[in-house]
């Protein structure tokens, strides 16, 4: 019998790639047939993405949908959160494409809370501060490049305009939308005011579309040069609402960390929860499939450790830094691995040192030293966020799903299990892919509902279970 195939285009921001899955004796299976490295790059002093390069990546996935023989019936593509594109009337990107990582966002939160205080602006969306927010990146371009705001006519997240490009068809998707920090939890959709208040031009935002919305197929042009065609369907085209999607599970108490780059932690929740803790928490409140809203935490995640690992020139396996972390495990440092400090250090080991010299702390100097500083911060940064989460929705959560690259990190799951005193179920590791693929089965009945297809989710990949 011809399987049906569904292709998952995950963009992470180191690497991306092409995931197709199919249903067989009653199970999803997947297979990573194309990958692709990404990165931001360095240009006239600003970090930027190369959206041409990518979208090459794209086509050459989608080529080698065609030269193995397995032809999807649908397409989907997630990206990281908060970055875009400003079209001008003829399609054509206006500016760089900055990456979030960019330092130009530097004081626009200050000319945002000129126009809005911050905690009203936090009430208004429920979305927690970060300095790369969409709404501080359009605040730099109103300050530092009016002209390309003047001449926009359309506002699109990058993983919707790759649809456009493939399509034709201009959709702005919903759970990425949301991390702009500019939509309304009560209304679901853009915050007008809000956006005329703040100056950005009102009719640049296009309508919202859900998960699971069919977008349109290849254009001629596109059909030519990869050599078929293909329905594109929204998925939660934020990386993590798409990860989350995947979380195995059917109870409705549920604690997840999407890990990766960044860990996000949190659960789901049927409305916005918005209050003066959360904001001092920083806690934020992500549109999720289904208008279900992703209340978490955003933090550092294994970024801090890939960067130390790049400071050492890649010459030690992360297994041999969680080694050589373990036989330091008694070195006392710590650092608030939610520090803007590690956001983008030119050193990642530089900047841990002077955090601890800031903070009178012993001074790491090893690479053992090092490693089991971040481990230490990260895994008890997710045990005080635990019982932040549980204070605040009242709730008591006995285990932590972690899903996500991040699920496959043993060390630090032993670690999250021994400082947290809570159960880990760790996988599926190809989180952000399934949840993709799952929003493209559930348009295409294959799952009636999300409930249905985390079911099948944790019967077809299953959980590896740390105990503390």
Request: proline share 4%.
């Amino acid at each position: 019998m011809e399987k049906t195939y569904y292709l998952a285009i995950d963009f992470g921001a180191s690497s991306g790639r092409h995931m197709l899955g199919h249903m067989e004796n009653g199970k999803m299976v997947l297979e990573e047939i194309y990958r692709f490295d990404n990165g931001m790059v360095k240009k006239d002093g600003h970090r930027c993405w190369e959206l041409d390069r990518l979208f090459s990546e794209i086509k050459n996935g989608l080529k080698k949908c065609r030269e193995i023989g397995k032809i999807p019936v649908s397409m989907g593509i997630d990206t990281w959160a908060v970055d875009y594109v400003l079209l001008d009337e003829n399609d054509r990107i206006l500016g760089p494409t900055y990456g979030y990582r960019d330092d130009r966002t530097m004081d626009m939160d200050y000319k945002v809370y000129d126009i809005i205080p911050q905690s009203e602006l936090y009430a208004r969306t429920g979305i927690q501060k970060q300095i790369f927010n969409t709404i501080y990146q359009l605040m730099a371009v109103k300050e530092q490049e009016k002209e390309n705001l003047d001449r926009a006519k359309t506002f699109i997240m990058l993983p919707d305009y790759f649809h456009f490009l493939l399509t034709g068809v201009k959709k702005s998707e919903y759970t990425n939308a949301t991390s702009t920090q500019l939509v309304s939890p009560v209304t679901k959709d853009w915050d007008r005011e809000l956006i005329r208040s703040l100056g950005f031009p009102e009719d640049i935002f296009m309508p919202l579309s859900m998960p699971g919305s069919f977008v349109g197929r290849f254009t001629k042009e596109i059909e030519e040069e990869v050599g078929f065609n293909c329905d594109v369907v929204l998925p939660a085209t934020h990386d993590t609402a798409s990860a989350v999607m995947s979380v195995p599970s059917t109870k409705e108490d549920v604690l997840y960390i999407s890990s990766g780059t960044w860990s996000l932690m949190g659960v789901e929740l049927p409305e916005a929860k918005i209050s003066s803790d959360t904001e001092a928490g920083n806690y934020t409140n992500e549109g999720g499939y289904d208008y279900r809203f992703r209340f978490l935490k955003n933090i550092m995640g294994l970024w801090m450790i890939q960067q130390v690992r790049h400071d050492l020139k890649d010459a030690y396996s992360f297994a041999k830094l969680c080694e050589l972390a373990e036989e330091a495990k008694d070195f006392p440092t710590r650092v608030d691995v939610q520090d803007v400090l590690f956001l983008a250090p030119d050193s990642m080991i530089e900047a841990i040192k002077e955090y601890a010299a800031w903070s009178k702390q012993p001074v790491p100097q090893t690479v053992g030293e090092i490693a089991t500083v971040v481990y230490q911060s990260l895994a008890e940064c997710y045990a005080d966020t635990i019982l932040e989460i549980e204070t605040i929705t009242g709730r008591h959560y006995e285990a932590i799903n972690i899903v996500g690259g991040g699920s496959k990190a043993g060390y630090l799951n032993k670690l999250t299990a021994e400082k947290s005193g809570r159960k880990v179920l760790a996988g599926p590791g190809e989180a952000t892919a399934i949840g993709n693929l799952t929003a493209q089965m559930i348009h295409a009945g294959i799952f009636k509902d999300l409930k249905e297809a985390r079911q099948n989710i944790f019967e077809s990949f299953g959980v590896e279970v740390i105990e503390p």
